[in-house]
């Protein structure tokens, strides 16, 4: 069985952090895919319901109470840790205070350090994208861009209705870009010091850019 790792994804909204997370999933029998919407959702305790409406406001759940979701869900995974291969971070961290108490939780369970991946694309094509974005109301999954010139109208996935988010406007990306700038890119720059950090570029297809996250992961010998 192939060495245990965990990889975080990191990128700006609509940079496609999950469709390359689900390609590099198919290289891995046994995995644990983590995103912080669906700890917050499946929540339950004093805040959840708090952060619940926080998260439909289209605002941030504060980074303690995400901490906090983190570290529950890595301690039921420890247990099974000798029969888990990989797990897979979707948008975490998302500041840097985030991505130190990570370094230090996932070492003192696994004995591994995070291998943090940026799939880089510019503010232009994140406007772009999400302006026409369409995600199922059903299962969540957003519709790859290269189809929706087929103006489809179901999910590939589930058959679930496709629909638009209600925060994939001009002045709610422009939000999120900032928050990107301020908050995330500090963590960036903590990994980039340790020389940890990769980065694929984003920009293309969804075939291209998981070719060159191959490609990058195979030249550090990671895969």
């Not at 805040?47 to 979701?69: C, H, M, Q, R, T």
Request: charged share 25%; proline share 5%; net charge positive.
């Amino acid at each position: 069985m192939p060495a245990f790792k965990v990889f975080m994804f990191i990128g700006k909204s609509g940079s496609g952090k999950g469709t390359q997370i689900e390609f590099l999933e198919s290289r891995f029998k046994n995995y644990f895919h983590i995103t912080t919407s669906n700890l917050i959702a499946q929540s339950k305790g004093p805040f959840s319901d708090e952060a619940k409406k926080i998260v439909k406001n289209g605002e941030l759940v504060p980074s303690w109470f995400v901490i906090y979701l983190l570290i529950n869900q890595l301690l039921k995974l420890s247990k099974n840790k000798k029969t888990i291969q990989a797990i897979f971070f979707e948008g975490s961290p998302r500041t840097l205070i985030e991505a130190q108490l990570l370094d230090q939780i996932i070492w003192s369970l696994f004995k591994v350090k995070p291998i943090p991946i940026l799939i880089d694309v510019t503010d232009e094509e994140v406007r772009n994208r999400l302006l026409i974005r369409l995600v199922c109301k059903k299962c969540g999954k957003p519709v790859p861009p290269e189809l929706l010139s087929a103006h489809p109208k179901k999910c590939s996935y589930c058959e679930g209705p496709l629909v638009k988010r209600k925060d994939d406007n001009l002045a709610a990306i422009n939000n999120r870009l900032k928050f990107f700038k301020n908050e995330v890119v500090p963590a960036l720059v903590y990994y980039q010091m340790q020389k940890r950090l990769i980065v694929v570029n984003g920009q293309g297809s969804v075939k291209e850019v998981s070719q060159r996250l191959l490609k990058s992961l195979k030249s550090k010998k990671i895969l």
